[in-house]
């Protein structure tokens, strides 16, 4: 591990003002962060630790959820209104790691984990997110657990994270400090970037910018969801395939379906042509089953990879099942 120094800045401004520099990274719980320095896979000269700038307020009022950057992962999925009204982000984040590393991890700091994809985590290896031009290795290679949507031929490296599958379904926003002082809101379905001819450049999220929090708008939908994941092992393990699904049902037919899937591709997935195919629609096992058909839409498998269409289809439709039984 190359030798780097910490700060912790008393204020958003000044943190904001330290992480400006390219050889600077902020750090939050510190489980991925650690990894990364450990293993010489980022070398920043300089951290900024988050810890002091009191983030941590997870706040609902007048049905919207405030979820501060540095709130926990273990007190979000615990926190009530979240268990009560958002049952999918709870169930993503109890799916997520293990009680020590949820006791730790961060709001701000799972949206920006770094893929687990073994060619990026191994220097040993050239890596096209590592090292731009360098090569991706991964689409000849073992492509097991990596992406089938999103990708480049310059890279299939999956996003890890399971909280963001469930924010994307619900249409979270994050709100973001810029170095010069102003508080911005942006969609989480604009924040990541497809991997493109850079995929170094994981997010729109600009040097020096920080998460202060994760919005979720008041909306009934959130209330009929769940987060379904499947993975080699059962615990502490990161998703195969993991799916998250919310419906809004009115007079016996779905009004408003929401879908979106972890472990397949390049950022977390929305499956618009699957809501639009449910909408309208009583719903039923044949239902479920046809407008999962269309989850394959674009996709580039490999041979190692391509059981994860048919495995994303079967997910999506038994959490469907799930909440509309
Ligand atoms: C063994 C193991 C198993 C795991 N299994 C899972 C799993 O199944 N599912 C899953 O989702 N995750 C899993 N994780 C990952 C874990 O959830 C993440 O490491 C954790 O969420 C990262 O949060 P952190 O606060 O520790 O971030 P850090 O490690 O401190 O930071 C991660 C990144 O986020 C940036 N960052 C952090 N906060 C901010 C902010 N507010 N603004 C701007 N940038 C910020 C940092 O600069 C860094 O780039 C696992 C981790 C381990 C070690």
Known sequence: MQN??????????????????????????????MQ??????????????????????????????????MATMADVAAHPVVRQNWPAISRALLLSASP????????????????????????????????????CPAIPGDSRDLAILGTSPHCIATHPSDLPVALMALD???????????????????????PGTTPHIESNLEAGQIITAVILADQAIGRLSTYLKVRDRTSFAFALVSAAVALDIEDGLIKNARVALGGVGTMPWRVHQVELALCG?????????????????GAQTTEMNAFKVKLAQRTVVRALQAISA
């Open 4 to 33: 780097f120094s910490i700060t912790s800045p008393s204020n958003l401004p000044a943190a904001a003002a330290a992480g400006q520099n390219s050889d600077t990274a902020f750090i939050a719980g510190g489980t991925d962060m």
């Open 36 to 69: 990364l320095l450990k293993n010489n896979v980022i070398t920043p000269s300089k951290l900024i630790d988050l810890e002091k700038l009191s983030l941590s307020e997870i706040k609902s009022e007048n049905g919207v959820l405030r979820l501060g950057a």
């Open 100 to 135: 020590q590393v949820r006791n730790m991890g961060t709001m701000g700091g799972n949206l920006l984990q770094r893929t687990r994809c073994l060619y990026f985590r191994d220097t040993g290896f050239a890596c096209n997110k590592r090292a731009p031009g360098s090569g």
């Open 172 to 194: 979270a926003e994050l709100e973001l400090l810029t170095p010069e002082g102003t508080t911005r809101r942006m969609s989480l379905s604009k924040f990541y970037r497809l």
């Open 281 to 297: 629609q009583k719903p039923s096992d044949r239902v479920f089953e046809l407008a999962t058909l269309r989850i394959g839409e």
